[in-house]
């Protein structure tokens, strides 16, 4: 049984939260503020994290930094919560770790089939038994582990599977929005240029030198591909 800490200083966002993902069999956790999710992440090791943007004190983004930060943490996702709706808040959170977002007023049936949809995936990326080597990079997805020539790089989930499905089939070139169905998983009300800024990411973490990749190619207008 999954555990789900939910981060959010208004009451009536963790009670609304607290039922609908009880009720889908979950546990739940809640925290009022950023120290607060920080102790409880250090204490119960939660599955996901839901957390919101605008804290007291320490705001949601800096509270996703520093979650990623803590050991062995790189690959919980990470579903923030804004009510602001303005494109750099959203990018910022994805850039600091952010696996999704989403505006509030929401629906918790659409958040919940969010949540289901990232702990779907990393219990597939966990029960997978098989490494993937192009070039420099070894990806051991049993692991959630990513070599990047000897090194061992930690990579967010979102990182993570879209490296997995470009590596996969080298060559073949994805477009913005078919990556998004493939990785989200469900159908993204947000910018494709969610997929710019991973890619951007990644390829900080992966490629010699970013603005000249080795790996990671855009094809323009038309999206990525991967030419190991």
Same mark, same amino acid.
């Given at each position: 049984?999954?555990? /789900?800490?939910?981060?959010?200083? $208004?009451?009536? /966002?963790? $009670? ?21 999710? &920080? ?11 839901? #957390?919101? #943007? ?5 705001? +949601?983004?800096?509270?996703? =930094?520093?979650? =990623?930060?803590?050991? +062995? ?7 923030? !919560?804004? @009510?602001?709706?303005? !494109? ?5 959170? !994805?850039?600091?770790? *952010? ?11 659409? #958040?919940? *089939?969010?949540? %289901? @949809? ?7 990326? $966990? %029960? @997978?038994?098989?490494? /993937?080597?192009?070039?420099?990079? =070894? /990806?051991?997805?049993?692991?959630? =582990? ?7 790089? $930690? ?7 879209? !490296?997995?499905? #470009?590596?996969?089939?080298?060559? %073949? ?5 078919? &990556?998004?169905?493939?990785?989200w998983g469900y159908e993204y009300d947000g910018d494709t240029r969610t997929v710019d800024?991973?890619?951007?990411h990644l390829r900080l973490k992966i490629e010699r030198d970013p603005s000249n990749p ?15």
């Open positions: 049984m999954a555990t /789900i800490l939910v981060v959010d200083d $208004e009451e009536p /966002i963790q $009670e609304l939260l607290r039922f609908n993902l009880e009720k889908e069999g979950y546990l739940v956790s809640v925290a009022k503020d950023g120290k607060e999710a &920080l102790d409880r992440v250090n204490k119960e090791n939660p599955d996901l994290i839901v #957390l919101d #943007l605008m804290l007291p004190g320490m705001d +949601g983004l800096e509270v996703c =930094r520093r979650l =990623r930060l803590i050991p +062995g943490f790189q690959h919980v996702p990470i579903i923030m !919560l804004t @009510a602001k709706g303005e !494109l750099i808040d959203k990018v910022l959170g !994805l850039e600091l770790g *952010a696996d999704d977002y989403m505006t509030k007023p929401f629906s918790p049936r659409e #958040l919940i *089939a969010r949540i %289901k @949809a990232c702990l779907r995936r990393v219990n597939t990326n $966990e %029960k @997978a038994d098989a490494q /993937i080597v192009r070039g420099e990079l =070894r /990806i051991d997805i049993n692991g959630f =582990r990513v070599h990047v020539r000897g090194e061992e790089t $930690e990579l967010t989930p979102k990182e993570f599977e879209l !490296l997995r499905v #470009l590596v996969a089939h080298p060559g %073949k070139v994805y477009s913005r929005d078919e &990556l998004l169905e493939r990785i800024v991973h890619v951007r080795e790996y990671i190619e855009t094809l323009r207008g038309i999206g990525y591909r991967f030419k190991g």
